[in-house]
């Protein structure tokens, strides 16, 4: 036994960017934006702090799932970056939500979530916990270069939470990586120590855009196939597809090479971006709450990103 997921919530900034503000920006345009990456607006930090969003989305799960902070037994937050080095940004939740169990972050960027939710697995199959939090959100905002057009169009802020609770939702969870620091990276930047003898790098987010493409599209239709078929099911049997949100030509490669209808495809890109570790929980927590999951119903997610990492799972619906 393992765990279902009992509540969801989400949250983003208020302030919204579009394609038209952007282009004031940079060299860029809403034709080549929304035609090459389906985005049209996405969501940035101006008033709220990384920390606040986390706290909402992870109450919003809370109430969700009819828990309290402090029946949870573990908090893992799915991160590329917290608001501190150190204290890991899943222990400055638990502070804030008021919950005292153990609580560390995970960084495996945009296949955050999926990573997040196959460490929970071990715990529950270790029989650790009865309640776990997982919160998988970025901030990505403060690591663009936004002169940088290649990139600055692509990404947003927000995330979402997800309460597990011991049950059998899970049906198969598979992570991997191939290290990798070529094509997406973002280097620290600066080092503060004054005997190091390296030259720091820019602490910007950067990206070989169709390299990474190449590597998306494979594995995410590699990653969904598999997923479906060591969970016992056919394409057949999925309702829903939750793929990581970071460019819709990518969804819809996987649309053609798949037999899973279009319309079972979660799309959120439009609105919000690329929020990286953020994005499935995202798109689960908006499904929920628009009640489109039935009790039983059969959802694959598929995620990849830096590292390079890449993450697929199987989930059954078991609310009501
Ligand atoms: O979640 C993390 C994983 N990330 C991803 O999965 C992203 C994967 N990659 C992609 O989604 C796509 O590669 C991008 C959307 C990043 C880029 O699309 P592309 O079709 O691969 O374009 P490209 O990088 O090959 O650039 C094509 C042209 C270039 O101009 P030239 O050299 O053909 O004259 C770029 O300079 O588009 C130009 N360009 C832009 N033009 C207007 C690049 N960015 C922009 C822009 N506005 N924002």
């Known amino acids: 036994m393992s765990f279902s ?8 900034p208020e302030y919204v960017l579009t394609n038209d503000e952007l282009s004031t920006m940079v060299e860029t345009n809403d034709e080549w934006i929304s035609s090459r990456t389906g985005i049209k607006r996405r969501h940035i930090c101006k008033d709220e702090t990384m920390t606040e969003l986390c706290v909402k989305a992870a109450n919003e799960a809370l109430e969700d799932a009819g828990v309290t902070a402090s029946e949870l037994d573990l908090i893992i937050c799915a991160t590329l970056r917290g608001e501190y ?20 972050d995970v960084n495996a960027a945009c296949s955050g979530f999926i990573y997040a939710m196959d460490v929970a697995d071990g715990f529950f199959a270790r029989n650790r916990v009865d309640k ?21 169009v692509l ?6 939470a997800a309460v597990l609770s011991k049950g059998d939702g899970l049906k198969y969870i598979e992570i991997n990586a191939k290290g990798d620091t070529d094509v997406l990276k973002c280097p620290r930047g600066e080092n503060t120590s004054p005997f190091y003898n390296h030259e720091s790098e820019h602490p910007y987010l950067y990206m ?8 998306a599209v494979t594995s995410m239709v590699r990653g969904i196939k598999k997923a479906i ?44 971006g690329n929020t990286s570790g953020g994005s499935c929980a995202i798109a689960l927590a908006e499904c929920a709450k628009k009640h489109m999951f039935k009790k039983g119903d059969n959802i694959v997610f598929c995620a ?3 590292g390079l990492t890449t993450g697929s799972c199987v989930i059954t619906w078991d609310k009501d």
């Open 5 to 12: 997921i009992i509540g969801t919530g989400k949250a983003v």
């Open 85 to 104: 080095i150190t204290p890991s940004q899943a222990c400055v939740i638990q502070k804030e939500i008021g919950a005292s169990c153990p609580a560390f």
């Open 132 to 152: 776990v939090l997982v919160v998988a959100l970025d901030n990505l905002s403060n690591i663009i270069n936004w002169k940088d057009r290649a990139t600055c």
């Open 155 to 160: 990404f947003g802020d927000g995330g979402g």
């Open 208 to 215: 070989n855009g169709p390299e990474v493409y190449k590597f």
């Open 229 to 272: 078929k060591e969970a016992g099911l056919t394409q057949e049997d999925i309702d829903w597809v939750i793929p990581h949100q970071a460019n819709i030509r990518i969804i819809e490669t996987a649309v053609d090479k798949l037999n899973i209808p279009s319309e079972k495809y979660i799309r959120t890109i439009s609105e919000y």
């Open 304 to 306: 990849f990103g830096s």
